[in-house]
């Protein structure tokens, strides 16, 4: 495969403005998911580094510039981290796609637009949190001011490792914040680098710290420390809800993106071309390894069998191939856990009685990797397992329905709530489906679309709370009313 044997130097923790070593020297290996081999070793962050990390934050947020600097000043150092992203553009993409496995497509020409951007976008929010004023009375003053929060810990995961370092860290720090970062062990390398970019556009020390390490160690280390204000997660349920009950024990605030089973539904006045495409995109972009995947994908029964046998030949020729070969638009899944619950997910499927259409298997390239086929699930029923449990895979469900009530009513029966697609000529019906759907974003003829100016989270079991766009800059915030006596 194409330049995996290049080396990368280890990666280590950064705290308080320094690459460091754990304070155990402990080091974990983080492995390539499409060749399988060793990429470079990590600095694994314990609870001493978490406490480190928590005092350095919380030292810069009592005591540095950062909260205190002109919004300007915080502004042009955000931006400026911007522009770094961008000058290194191909080295972050090539450490993306090296960690992750997915192509360097995704990570060059997506991820990194996404990652510049929001540390762009957000950098202009430095300089617009306002309060107001408020008549309450002529005789006071009556005023709100927004106020960041203190030290954030931000606790992310492996599918989009980099471009969760810019949803996450540019709006808290944009807000004044300070933050404690713990990327996935299984892909921390952008975010370290991130982490001294940080430094080089001139955050103060102490302000973005980044901790690689395990999730039940450092991870519940830092939601667990008392100098921790806030946590904002993205990840999976179960640790969500963890994560929820000990945030209870300090009432830290907390935000969380869970999973999602998102709805893609097509009816039969849609453009169909497009719809297969959006289809397509909806579940195979990153694997399917993407919280708003399109992973139930319902048709309206009347076209049912021209759009399965449609997608079914789009999906054939989406062949898992080297991620960094340009061309390839299918990687390798993360590790060989998550291959193996796709593939089970794939067994449970048939079982129940649904039709593997296409793929279903795992196909190494050049003998080795943790890659799966586009795989096409048809004659699912909504109450199956492969139907309502997060796959996070290429494997799509295609279930049939009959009409718009229909599709509502099948849409809106699970846990989740955090997208949904819409395919159709017909305004109205857009419309009215869109707002019927229990979901934190509807895209409607397109799928997949995401910008740092529009918000994004979930209904129901997805969550709450926004990353991005404006409501995420308030979510790092706080509000303080202040009345002054004036006669
Ligand atoms: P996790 O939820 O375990 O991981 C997300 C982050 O949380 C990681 O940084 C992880 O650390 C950390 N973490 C894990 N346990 C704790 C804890 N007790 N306290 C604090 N932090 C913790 O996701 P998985 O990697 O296990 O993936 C499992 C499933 O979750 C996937 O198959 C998928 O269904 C779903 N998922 C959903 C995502 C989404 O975007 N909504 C993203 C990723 C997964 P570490 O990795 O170092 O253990």
Known sequence: ?????????????????????????????????????????????????????????????????????????????????????????????RLETLDNGKPIFESRQVDIPMVAGCFHYFSGWATKLTGETIPVNPAYFTYTVREPIGVIGAIIPWNFPMIMVGWKCAPALAAGNCVVLKPAAETPL????????????????????????????????????????????????????TIMRECAETVKKVTLELGGKSPNIVFADADLEAAVRGAA???????????????????????????VARLSDRAKKLVPADPLDPKTRLGALVNESQMKKVLGYVETGTREGARV???????????????????????????????????????LAVIPFDGPDDAVRKAN?????????????????????????????????????????????????????RDLGAESVREYSQLKSVWMSIE
């Not at 947020?61 to 950062?66: I, K, S, Y």
């Not at 990153?286 to 994908?297: H, N, P």
Request: proline residues 6%.
């Open 1 to 93: 495969m194409t330049d995996t044997l290049a080396p990368v130097k280890p990666a280590r923790l950064i705290i308080n403005g320094q690459a460091v070593d754990a304070a155990t020297g402990r080091t974990f290996r983080t492995l390539n998911p499409a060749t399988e081999d060793v990429i470079c070793d990590v600095a694994e962050a314990g609870p001493e580094d978490v406490d480190r990390a928590v005092q350095a934050a919380r030292a810069a947020f009592a005591d540095g510039p950062w909260p205190r600097m002109r919004p300007a000043e915080r502004q042009r150092i955000l931006w400026k981290l911007g522009d770094l992203v961008l000058e290194h553009a191909d080295e972050l993409a």
């Open 190 to 241: 952008t975010a370290v680098r991130i982490g001294e970019l940080g430094l080089e556009a001139g955050l103060p020390p102490g302000v973005l710290n980044v901790l690689p390490g395990h999730g039940t160690v450092a991870g519940a280390a830092l939601v667990r420390h008392p100098g921790v204000d806030k946590i904002t997660f993205t990840g999976s349920t179960e640790v969500g809800k």
């Open 281 to 307: 995109t909806g579940i195979f972009y990153g694997k399917g390894e993407v919280c708003a995947a399109g992973s139930r994908l319902l048709v309206e029964q009347s076209v049912h069998d021209e759009f």
């Open 357 to 395: 259409v296409v793929g279903g298997q795992r196909q190494p390239v050049n003998g080795k990797g943790w890659f799966v086929q586009a795989t096409v699930l048809d004659g699912v029923d909504n109450a199956m397992r492969v139907a309502q449990e997060e796959i996070f895979g290429p494997v």
């Open 413 to 465: 029966d699970i846990f989740y709530g955090l997208a949904a697609g819409v395919w159709t000529k017909d305004v109205k019906k857009a419309h009215a489906v869109a707002r019927r759907l229990q979901a934190g974003t509807v895209w409607v003829n397109l799928y997949n679309f995401y910008d740092p100016g529009m918000p994004f989270g979930g209904f129901k079991g997805s969550g709450f709370g």
